[in-house]
Each structure stands twice: as C-alpha cells, then as structure tokens.
C-alpha cells in the first residue's frame, strides 16, 4: 500500500515527525529578493525595454520579455550553472515572486523555453549587440555612486574548457585545452564592463581594440583620466601607441630579453654578506626602444633576491605614468585583482561553462553570465554592510543567497518568511535602506 498522494509521510523514529512536498511553497534562494530589488532600483526593466528587440508573437509572448530575461542571471547568481535545473526552478517562490504578475501563481519559464530565448531570439544580431549595451548601461547606473576622476580599467583572458563538438572551440597550447578563449574588462570596482567569446586558439590579446577602445571614448567624453593595466601578453606596439593617442596613461608588463638585462647588470648582482631573510628588492627605470617601436618609453625594472633561491626575480613594466618606479610597480601589482574577479566569475557564475553547440549561443551565454556577475558585484559594493562588504561572490551566494523560506499566501498579500541565518533580520533591513539611497536612473 502506498502512501495517499496528499497525505504527509510518517517516520518509525519519531512518532511526533512529519515530511511533506510542498516545492512551490519553500525556497532556499530567498537572498535573490534583495538583488532584484537593487535591479529595480537600477532600472533594469527599463534596460531591457530599450536595448532588446522582441519579436515574438503568438503563444510565444506567454512570458514577458523581462521575466525571461532575468531567469538566466538570477540562476547563475543562485548557483544553478546551466539550464537543466530551469524546469526544477519552475515552481520556486522567490523565482515566481520576482517576476511579473503573471508568472506568480504560474511559474517561470521551463527549460525549453528558455533554451530557444538564448539560441534563437537573443542569438539574433540586434539583442547579441543589445546585450552589450545592456550590460554597459547598467554598469553606468552606479558609476556616479563614490566615482573618482581617474577610471583605472584591467583587462585579461581567460581559459573556458569544452568538452564536445562547439563551434570555433579550438586547441590552445598554452592552457593545454580544447577551449574558447573569452577577453574581459574590468573597472577598477571590480565591475566587468566588456567581454568577448572568441576561439581557444587566438592570442591572448586578440580583439583588444573592438573590446578597449569604446570604453575608452566612452569615458574620455565623460571628462575622466583613464589609465590601463595588463599583462605581458598585451606588450604591443600598437596597443601602446592606440593608448598614446587617446592620452592614456598605462603601466603593461614587458617580457625579458637580453637588451632589458644589459640594462640592468647592476642590480643583478647579489648582495654581498650573510644573505637576508626578507627579500632584498631593487628599481630601476630607464628609456628604452625595442626594434618594433617607433619611439624609446620609459621601462620599470624590478629585481628581488629571496634567502634560499640562487637567482633573482626579475620584471619588466613598460609605462608612461609620471611616478617613481617603486610606486609604479606598486600600482601594477593591484592588475592582480582582475584574476580575481575572473575567478569569482568562474565559482560562482560559471561563466566559462558554454555548452552550446553554436558559437553564437554560447556568446549569449557568457553574456548572461556577465550580467549575473555584475548584478553580484553590484550587490556587494553599494548594499553590503561594510563589516561583509570584502566577501567574495561565492561566500555571498552561499551565506546570503542561500536563505531558506516558505511562502505563505493571504487574501491580499504573499508572505515570504525567511529563516535566519547569515542573513539576518537586520542585514535584510540594512541593504534595503541603502538600496533605496541610491540615486535614480536618469529617465
């Protein structure tokens, strides 16, 4: 005999002790209310309205165009990583709640509706080049928030391994991996303001001019001094030269030659006695014209001797900064935090998991995952309280997002009651009022 479909199954070991199923009424993603709440605040409704084309018709429309959309980037802010779990997450409170009326007794979007809104409608060539848009203006909702005059801006590649037939997925010698090849950029606040798929074996700095550039121009029109960091696989005499051009200041990494050496035997000497137990560190700066430049620039040595190791650590750093070398060294160290973000990027969005067949597919993919970084991002720098405000994306998917919850539904109102965990009742009140100090959008 089974159990009655409706009934509440009972347990040998405690007589006192109940289990049901009750999946549309529980949650245990109740902290996503307080990232659509700041989405509100930044007016991505309107982002969507204005940057995407929906041409949808029929039964197709069942779903408003922003209640689709926010499905993918709340569930990789969630930890769902790819689509399968979408027919699961149907029926979840705080995904019905946060969409429009209409999906609120309903439910979202299944699997395969969302799988032909990223590979068909979204993959087509306005909302591909709308999404980027997108992404850009809702980054600029918070700029003017604590903004300062000088906009430092990152950029790196990274590795996104694929494991089937993708299109332009390519063996890269480097990563040792069958794999796409993505570039980002990121601001100094560690928000990812440009990103592009591209194929696993281009270079590193493939595609840095249609990716750097608009970013560029777009706040040299906004009156801000721009400065640039990157790594040695951006040492390019045409990046140096697009960057002089424009009046951006850089400081880049310069792979070592001979020639960078002979300039500083020097320093490359050991120092004489009973070696140190703290690395003893040298600078140097110096002109210097390899034989693709068009000009001599300054270059920024750096020597460390550590105790126990037999030859010194030695860096290169092209720059056109007017600091002393320690602190231009110093201010390229910080480009180490862009690997950070790419890492939060990676944990807690998957944005390296492209899993569709189709290149363009897997671009608004990543998009989606850009966008769900960013909105994590954003999250954490203008609502946080400050004793959280330095966790990770991961900790604050874990400890915040992961907030259990029952939804209980009265005649005029839906009650979700939250358990109290990591995120208190006064953490909850906390972000709100700081979310709603923050400055409306323009328009």
Same mark, same amino acid.
């Given at each position: ?18 289990? $049901? ?17 700041? $989405? ?20 197709? /429309? ?56 990223? /590979? $068909? ?245 990543? *998009? ?22 330095? *966790? ?49 959008? $323009?328009?």
């Amino acid at each position: 005999m089974g159990e009655s479909q409706n009934q509440p199954f009972q347990l040998s070991f405690n007589r006192f002790l109940r289990v $049901d199923f009750q999946g549309s009424r529980v949650t245990s993603d109740g902290g996503l209310l307080l990232v659509r709440e700041l $989405d509100e605040r930044l007016g991505l409704t309107g982002l969507i309205q204005n940057h995407l084309v929906d041409s949808r018709a029929g039964r197709n /429309t069942q779903f408003p165009l922003a209640d689709l959309f926010r499905q993918p980037p709340y569930s990789r802010l969630a930890g769902y990583e790819d689509l399968n779990d979408a027919t699961r997450l149907a029926r979840d409170p705080t995904l019905r709640l946060m969409g429009s009326e209409k999906v609120w007794e309903r439910g979202v979007a299944l699997t395969s509706t969302l799988h032909w809104f990223e /590979t $068909d409608l979204l993959a087509r060539e306005e909302n591909l080049t709308g999404l980027v848009r997108l992404n850009r203006e809702l980054v600029a909702r918070a700029e003017g928030v604590g903004s300062s005059q000088q906009v430092v801006l990152d950029m790196d590649s990274t590795e996104s391994p694929v494991y089937g037939e993708q299109e332009q997925s390519a063996y890269n010698g480097y990563f040792e991996s069958v794999c796409f090849h993505p570039l980002f950029l990121f601001s100094r606040q560690g928000d990812c303001l440009a990103a592009k798929l591209r194929p696993g074996n281009v270079h590193s700095a493939d595609g840095w001019e249609e990716v750097l550039v608009p970013e560029i121009e777009r706040q040299r029109q906004n009156g801000k001094e721009v400065v640039f960091r990157a790594d040695a696989a951006f040492g390019k005499p045409e990046i140096y030269e697009a960057l002089e051009e424009r009046g951006v200041k850089y400081a880049i990494r310069l792979p070592a030659n001979e020639n960078l050496e002979r300039e500083i035997e020097e320093l490359l000497t050991r120092p004489v006695g009973r070696p140190s137990q703290k690395p003893v560190v040298r600078y140097k700066g110096f002109l210097y014209q390899a034989a693709s430049w068009r000009t001599a620039r300054r270059v920024v040595a750096k020597v460390e001797f550590h105790a126990g190791e037999l030859f010194p650590r030695v860096g290169f750093i092209v720059t056109n900064l007017e600091l002393p070398s320690r602190a231009v060294v110093r201010f390229y160290n910080k480009r180490g935090t862009a690997e950070q973000w790419i890492k939060e990027g990676k944990l807690a969005v998957s944005w390296t998991r492209l899993s569709c067949h189709r290149f363009r597919g897997n671009e608004v993919r990543l *998009w989606f995952s850009v966008i769900a970084y960013n909105l994590g991002n954003l999250w954490r720098r203008l609502a946080l309280p400050k004793k959280i405000g330095n *966790w990770s994306l991961t900790s604050l998917q874990q400890r915040l997002v992961k907030t259990g919850g029952r939804l209980v539904k009265h005649a005029r109102y839906y009650w979700l009651l939250l358990a109290e965990g990591h995120l208190t009742r006064q953490r909850f009140g906390s972000m709100l009022r700081r979310i709603a100090a923050l400055p409306l959008p $323009d328009g």
